[in-house]
């Protein structure tokens, strides 16, 4: 039993946590924040790893309510953009200490109002914000799991609060879809022990569209992370747009699909892929039968929450991946667990 996989065994559990103080203690907040972002004449959303991954899906929550948003990894933001004054700055962190960020803070002091989203609340980046949106869940050991989709949880709240579309049935339905998720783990974890999906060294592509792209990026940061090998994130349709021209037999592809946009499309690709030789993992809700070497099967899950919860089969998948390496994914080895220096690999170690 690895760390790793302590920490998403009790990752359905810990989000419930994150549910639960958000829509209690943490209310007043996420309204307060809710009607910034709404008065915002500019608004952008940045965090840097698994943080920028869980705004995509986030910004796809948002623009889906007619929200533009701007969204941009936080190194990008701190070097080359101008932040009109008066923008409003959601600004994600489960340190909110990595280097990045804290510079950030001080280039917008004066200039925006910040919204942050962090797991600490006496952090730079919680002390320069405006508003603070606590997610009160448990730290990982060392990779981002629930540190990750706590992210997703708290930024989808916030934009289904910004959309006032945030009632009582919308979290109930979000209960309902962590607590299935919860059941859900042992089946995808027989499968993906069973499964020839996993190789130690072929190349892996993760392919997704809409809210799962946050998933899908997160995917292949786990794979560098965690299996300590390399892999590739894309769009459905940028990959089609000439990366097919890289395919060969035995590569590796993990979809997601989407429950409402382009599934009959992404499952003919599926289905293409494998004549070609290729292994397919399928991650989604209501997989037909024999469409992938690897299918990971959702629960039911209502409208947006998909995004929360199916990154919790690849984290499954990237522990099993470890194992086929022979590699820990306990420990980094050049990585710290906070980025304090932008210098080089080994600045300040």
């Known amino acids: 039993m690895t760390k790793f996989l302590t920490d998403i065994l009790n990752e359905p559990d810990e989000l419930m946590k994150s549910l639960a103080y958000t829509m209690g203690p943490g209310q007043p907040a996420l309204e307060e924040a809710s009607s910034l972002i709404r ?12 943080s920028w991954h869980a705004g995509m899906g986030i910004a796809t929550l948002l623009e889906a309510a007619g929200c533009a948003v701007c969204v941009i990894d936080t190194s990008e933001m701190l070097h080359f953009t101008e932040t009109p004054p008066g923008s409003v700055v959601i600004a994600m ?12 803070v001080d280039k917008l002091r004066r200039r925006a109002r910040i919204v942050a989203i962090t797991n600490t609340p006496e952090s730079p980046l919680a002390r ?6 606590r997610m009160e869940a448990a730290f990982d050991h060392m990779v981002s799991v629930t540190m990750y989709s706590g992210l997703c949880l708290v930024g989808g709240l916030l934009a289904r609060a910004v959309a006032r579309s945030l009632n009582g049935v919308a979290v109930r339905a979000l209960e309902e879809t962590l607590q299935a998720a919860r059941r859900t783990l042992p089946a995808w974890r027989e499968r993906i022990a069973d499964s020839g999906w996993f190789a130690a060294e072929t190349p892996v592509y993760f392919l997704a569209r809409g809210a799962s792209l946050a998933s899908c990026h997160e995917a ?17 349709g940028g990959f089609r747009h000439g990366t097919q021209e890289m395919l060969r037999e035995g590569m590796r592809i993990g979809l997601w699909l ?3 946009h382009m599934r009959a499309e992404d499952l003919a690709l599926a289905a293409d892929l494998r004549k070609l030789g290729l292994k397919v993992m399928l991650i989604g809700q209501n997989l037909p039968d024999g ?26 998948a ?19 667990y906070i980025v304090e220096d932008e210098g080089g690999l080994f600045a300040g170690r």
């Open 220 to 236: 292949r940061l786990l794979w560098e992370e965690a299996a300590k090998s390399p892999a590739t994130a894309m769009t459905v």
């Open 128 to 133: 320069g914000a405006e508003v603070v949106l």
């Open 39 to 50: 008065s915002a004449p500019r608004l952008y959303l940045t965090g840097i790893g698994s």
């Open 93 to 104: 962190s489960r340190s909110g200490r990595s280097t990045e960020i804290a510079q950030l």
């Open 291 to 316: 469409a992938a070497d690897l299918a990971l099967a959702l629960p039911p899950v209502a409208q947006p929450w998909q995004f929360v919860i199916d990154i919790i089969p690849a984290q499954l």
């Open 318 to 336: 990237a522990e099993r991946q470890s194992h086929v390496r022979g590699v820990s994914c306990d420990d980094f080895r050049l990585c710290p």
């Open 258 to 260: 989407d429950p409402a």
